[in-house]
């Protein structure tokens, strides 16, 4: 992957925040949730497995369950944020599709 460009900086995500970012999945342009705990940064498709829609309810703002999971806005399957296993909705027990990143001089960059 030659002339690739940062996805985002670390300090644009919240510590314990969720932001959309956008990277080349397969050489299409997909939207990511990217998920930020501290200096450890995960992200995955931006697409629910349930009914493969999105997960934000507006782009970018992504709803929290109270035990901080990622749930869907449109059905409410909620995410566990280490892996991106649903635990809970219509989808419990399959889980996000991950996409590497790799934290490099305070950006976060496609692995």
């Known amino acids: ?3 690739q460009e940062p996805l985002l ?10 932001v959309e970012a956008t990277a080349r999945v397969d050489g ?6 990217v998920h ?3 200096d450890v ?11 493969g829609r999105r997960l934000d309810w ?7 369950s ?14 566990e944020l280490e892996g991106g296993l649903c635990v809970s909705g219509p989808c419990r027990g399959d889980a996000l ?9 305070g950006q976060v960059w496609p692995a």
Request: hydrophobic share 45%; proline share 8%; glycine share 10%.
């Open 1 to 3: 992957l030659l002339n």
């Open 9 to 18: 900086s670390l300090d644009s995500i919240p510590d314990g925040g969720l």
């Open 28 to 33: 299409e342009p997909e939207s990511l949730v």
């Open 36 to 38: 930020r705990q501290g």
């Open 41 to 51: 940064v995960r992200a995955w498709l931006n697409v629910c497995p349930h009914a």
């Open 58 to 64: 507006a782009p970018g703002q992504f709803l929290r």
């Open 66 to 79: 109270r035990e901080g999971q990622l749930v869907c806005a449109a059905h409410g399957a909620a995410f």
């Open 97 to 105: 599709r991950a996409v590497p990143v790799a934290v490099r001089d």
